[in-house]
């Protein structure tokens, strides 16, 4: 069956015989070239299982991509491994991230001559993506330790404690963080899977080949591991914050509680004789007044010394 493909210039000599990239942002074209090719990459649906065709296994691979400037986004690229070619379902036509796979084929020719050396080089360059998105992830996620810390100091030049209002902003991008790491799990969870079925279909055919799919796979599982570390160091964080906001939280009850308690008594005597009536002798008492308010001071001093008795105040 002849194959045609698109080519950019960063294609490798003879890469072209063996990859052809189907851009979503023309959907015309794809449309033409996955008919041609007998292509039918809608047997995956929309989620992320594999599928198979008399000429292709179809392999989805859905990760997380950090544009400078802009908004993370989730993308999708879906491999359709023939015998003879390699057909990418991927946004567009000059997909950036397997911009590192040409140039990886261009220092080992060998990768270009059949669609499993192909596909070896675009799971290398997802993988390398994947690693550095987890990297950036776990350095915000360092950079935000120092910041929210334990929300207990002071903010600079307030002598305010810090509260939940001031951490507002911090736990969004906390709750994004998590949502990222989480996602990249997931990613290298798929990536692996296609490169463990890339291995079988390459192992009697391409023993070296093999053997570099058994590094791939193993630098898949390890950044596996670190997301799943930074995802966990994620969660820490957010429960340590929470945690620290609600002993603030149970901290600010109990000081209204002991003011409660403290004032209530001399609040009670206050309203006693605050009362309107005719006959009240301290009234024409000369001392009237001093026993009052030694009365009043004494109610107040009781609480306060019995709670500090009991270590409440700690």
């Known amino acids: 069956m002849p194959h045609t493909s698109m080519t950019t210039p960063n294609d490798t000599a003879g890469v072209h015989e063996h990859w052809v990239q ?15 090719l007998d292509v039918d990459f809608e047997r ?3 989620s992320g299982r594999t599928a198979e065709s008399d000429q292709f296994v179809y392999l989805p691979v859905t990760f997380d991509v950090h544009p400078e400037g802009g908004p993370r986004r989730q993308e999708r690229v879906v491999f359709a491994l023939g015998a003879d070619v390699l057909v990418t379902l991927q946004p567009t036509a000059s997909y950036a991230p397997f911009a590192a796979a040409t140039t990886r084929m261009r220092r080992l020719p060998h990768l270009a001559e059949s669609p ?11 993988n390398q993506t994947q690693e550095k998105a987890v990297e ?12 929210v810390c334990l929300p207990t100091d002071e903010i600079p ?13 911090s736990i969004q991008r906390m709750n994004a963080l998590e949502e990222a790491v ?6 290298q969870l798929m990536l692996a899977r296609a490169a463990r079925h890339l291995r079988t279909e390459t192992e009697l055919v391409d023993p070296r080949l093999a053997s570099m799919i058994d590094a791939l ?14 995802f966990d160091r994620a969660r820490y964080l957010q429960q340590s914050v929470m945690t620290s906001l ?18 209530l008594p001399p609040a009670l005597i206050a309203s006693f004789y605050g009362m309107n009536f005719t006959n009240m002798p301290e009234l024409t008492w000369k001392y009237g007044f001093l026993f009052t308010t030694a009365l009043t001071l004494v109610s107040a001093v009781i609480p306060l010394w019995y709670i500090r008795r009991r270590g409440w105040l700690r």
């Open 22 to 36: 189907v851009p979503l942002d023309d959907l015309s074209h794809a449309a033409s070239t996955s008919k041609r």
């Open 44 to 46: 995956c649906g929309d």
């Open 116 to 126: 499993q050396g192909v596909m070896y080089a675009l799971l290398y360059a997802l």
């Open 136 to 147: 950036q992830a776990g350095e915000a996620l360092a950079r935000m330790s120092e910041e």
């Open 157 to 169: 030049g307030r002598r305010q404690e810090i509260g939940l209002f001031d951490l507002k902003e």
């Open 182 to 187: 989480s996602n990249g799990r997931q990613s």
């Open 217 to 230: 796979i193993a630098d898949i599982e390890g950044i596996k591991e670190r997301a799943g570390f930074e």
């Open 246 to 263: 609600d002993v603030k939280q149970k901290e600010i009850a109990k000081l209204f509680t002991i003011i409660t308690a403290v004032f």
